[in-house]
């Protein structure tokens, strides 16, 4: 099995634990003080992982290019995560965890429209059965 594919099911694997404790964690607290302990939780972490692993690059190293498209991300998980929070607090996992999945098909169309990557038949027709099923579990 490719590392690729290893890490990619450990990522699926953490992200449906992620929904059923965020659900849990949210019960009580406000969803935007939730997003901040999660983020302090994560920086804490792979701050330590960092450290552990000596791969802080050197400032003479980093590219602003690459270094702005990763503060552009960092902003756009955030608000993933804020919205994805306050829709656990009011509403159920099994509805509201599909409607975040739909996160795969629309990285998988700007994959296409942004990074110019080539689908083959079967992969526009996986991410049509992704949306529709994404669909079919979340909606009434």
Request: glycine share 10%.
């Amino acid at each position: 099995m490719t590392d690729w594919l290893v890490f990619a099911l450990g990522s699926a694997v953490f992200a449906g634990l992620t929904a059923i404790l965020t659900k849990l964690g949210v019960e009580a607290i406000p969803a935007t003080a939730a997003t901040l302990i999660r983020t302090v939780v994560i920086l804490g972490c792979v701050g330590l992982l960092v450290a552990i692993r000596r791969e802080w690059p050197h400032a003479g190293s980093l590219n602003l290019r690459n270094v702005g498209f990763l503060v552009a991300s960092g902003l756009t998980t955030g608000l993933s995560w804020l919205c994805y929070n306050r829709a656990l607090q009011h509403g159920p996992v099994s509805l509201v965890a599909p409607l975040d999945k739909l996160s795969l098909v629309i990285a998988i169309g700007l994959s296409v429209v942004i990074l110019g990557e080539r689908l083959t038949a079967w992969q526009w027709l996986g991410a049509s059965c992704m949306t529709l099923g994404a669909l079919l579990l979340a909606l009434k």
